[in-house]
């Protein structure tokens, strides 16, 4: 069975780092292209990052551009986002999400979702 699992949200004040997880499991990064998706309360979910081995392909959105940094582990099975210099905008519920498509920032085109992890940033 498909699982993954996101860990590593918490509290943090504006200008600090985080670094989220996401455990795959019967799942390959070589067959799958895993998104970083957040969901603020009121908005929809938004695709900001983005890691495929099969395309050879790392993506960002805009707003996360230059401050999150998104790599992968294949012998954990894991892909890491490493948030740095964290504002007010990016509280969400942060998910990863796997496509067998590829890199896609639509919610839409992935296969399987994790629960998510809840980033708070606080002013």
């Known amino acids: 069975e498909v699982r993954l699992v996101e860990s590593g949200g918490g509290l943090v004040q504006a200008g600090g780092s985080l670094r989220l997880s996401c455990v795959a499991a019967?799942?390959?990064?070589?067959?799958?292209?895993i998104t970083w998706f957040r969901q603020a309360p009121g908005k929809e979910r938004e695709g900001i990052s983005c890691?495929?081995?099969?395309?050879?392909?790392?993506d960002y959105s805009d707003p996360v551009k230059g401050r999150f940094t998104i790599s992968s582990d294949n012998a954990k099975n894991t892909v890491y986002l490493e948030m740095t210099n964290l504002t007010n905008e990016d509280t969400a519920k942060y998910y990863c999400a796997a496509a067998w498509f590829g890199c896609s920032w639509t919610a839409s085109t992935p296969d399987y979702w994790g629960k998510g992890t809840q980033v708070t940033v606080a002013s």
């Open positions: 019967d799942l390959s990064f070589d067959d799958y292209a």
């Open positions: 890691y495929s081995g099969r395309e050879d392909k790392i």
